[in-house]
């Protein structure tokens, strides 16, 4: 139970799993008239879904609900396919977060990144960016290009393309409590909220580089001026005749190499389909021509691990070492659903280490690409990768 009397921490949080198919009634701690962030993730039976956050919003007239569709939604170290998880998320600071939303419908997947970028660039004290995007009508790669084009800032950026299970027909974003497509939401972390980020996928370059020589978007057609199909089969041996599902365990890594002529860093692309009369290949992204790649492999223990090295990329940014934070820690994950089918059964163990930080609630879901900013890029689609995003609200200096 929450004491307003002896709350030192910050952020407060509260969660709810709830099923679909039964009526809403809240029993938490949070009273009607809180200025509320709402997270909510699910997967299936909309309509039902609708019924739920129409009682949510009337519980919580001031709040600002979002979220979205994904291939599996998650709860601390749990994974659903049939539930609303609900993340009720109070600032003890009010105005500590901005909402943008972009029409997909009215702009080209470039032009919703720049108009983004444009927006994110004339806001003051912006911490960190969380964004949800139309799953099947956005091209990751053209967006993140556009927002590069246009952010004048350098700030910790997250966000991921909605699911529809591994049907790949539907995807719905949540905007202001009502479900819709063809948008994107974000969400600007504003003054005493930090967020921190990271991204790792667990997978390692296999072979020598290749070059994509004739290309559409996403459908890569020759490599190397060979049928781009014809290229993976020789390469994948026994495994070819399981194409396209193997190639869940064989993605595409697009190599960006620096001003000295070394890799600085790939984006790995999921495999999503094969044409056997083209030879073509259809991947989760777009590549663009004459792109040096490599194949890629990795095994499930090593797909497991790439969330120790996300644990230890972010303990050195949250405040498990900041003396000026008494607070709870969310942990936003968002994971590919080429992950979840690659690693199978044991896929909830990538889920597992938030319980190492102390004060941190975890949630999430399982998208159609993770985009994310690191090192060497202010934000980049990846596939295949698990991107965490961990924010809290620090104390006043």
Not at 167 to 176: A, G, H, S, V
Not at 325 to 336: K, P, Q, R, T, Y
Request: charged share 25%; glycine share 8%; proline share 2%.
């Amino acid at each position: 139970m929450i004491n307003d009397s002896n709350w030192s921490y910050k952020l407060r949080i509260e969660q709810l799993n709830l099923s679909v198919e039964m009526d809403f009634i809240y029993t938490g701690e949070f009273k009607k008239n809180d200025e509320l962030l709402i997270l909510c993730f699910f997967q299936k039976n909309h309509d039902l879904v609708q019924n739920i956050l129409n009682k949510i919003q009337l519980q919580f007239p001031l709040a600002k609900i979002t979220g979205c569709s994904g291939a599996g939604e998650l709860i601390g170290d749990e994974i659903f396919d049939d539930k609303l998880i609900v993340n009720l998320i109070k600032f003890k600071k009010s105005n500590q977060f901005k909402i943008i939303k972009s029409e997909i419908g009215q702009l080209s997947s470039f032009n919703a990144g720049e108009y983004l970028g444009e927006s994110l660039s004339v806001i003051e004290n912006s911490n960190g960016v969380i964004f949800f995007s139309d799953g099947l009508n956005v091209d990751g790669v053209k967006f993140s290009d556009g927002l590069k084009s246009s952010l004048k800032k350098v700030i910790p950026i997250v966000g991921g393309l909605a699911g529809d299970g591994v049907n790949f027909r539907k995807t719905f974003i949540i905007d202001n409590g009502l479900i819709t497509s063809n948008i994107i939401i974000t969400i600007v972390l504003l003054d005493s909220v930090n967020m921190a980020v990271s991204a790792n996928g667990g997978w390692n370059r296999f072979g020598f580089e290749h070059l994509i020589t004739k290309v559409e978007n996403n459908i890569v057609y020759e490599i190397d001026n060979r049928p781009a199909l014809d290229f993976y089969k020789e390469h994948l041996g026994n495994e070819s005749s399981k194409l396209p599902a193997s190639g869940l365990h064989f993605p595409l890594s697009v190599l960006n190499y620096n001003q000295d002529g070394v890799v600085s860093d790939d984006l790995v692309r999921t495999l999503l389909a094969i044409d056997e009369e083209k030879k073509s290949l259809t991947f989760a992204g777009s590549i663009p021509m004459n792109s040096k790649v490599d194949l890629m492999k990795s095994t499930d223990k090593n797909l497991i691990n790439s969330s120790y090295k996300n644990l230890n990329n972010l303990k050195d940014k949250i405040p498990t070492l900041d003396q000026t934070c008494e607070g709870n820690l969310f942990s936003l994950i968002i994971s590919c659903v080429g992950r979840r089918l690659a690693i199978g059964q044991r896929i909830e163990e990538e889920l597992l280490n938030f319980k190492e930080i102390e004060n941190m609630t975890q949630s999430g879901f399982y998208s159609y690409g993770e985009l994310s900013s690191n090192e060497n890029s202010v934000c980049s689609l990846f596939n295949q990768t698990l991107t965490q995003a961990i924010f809290w609200e620090r104390e006043d200096e």
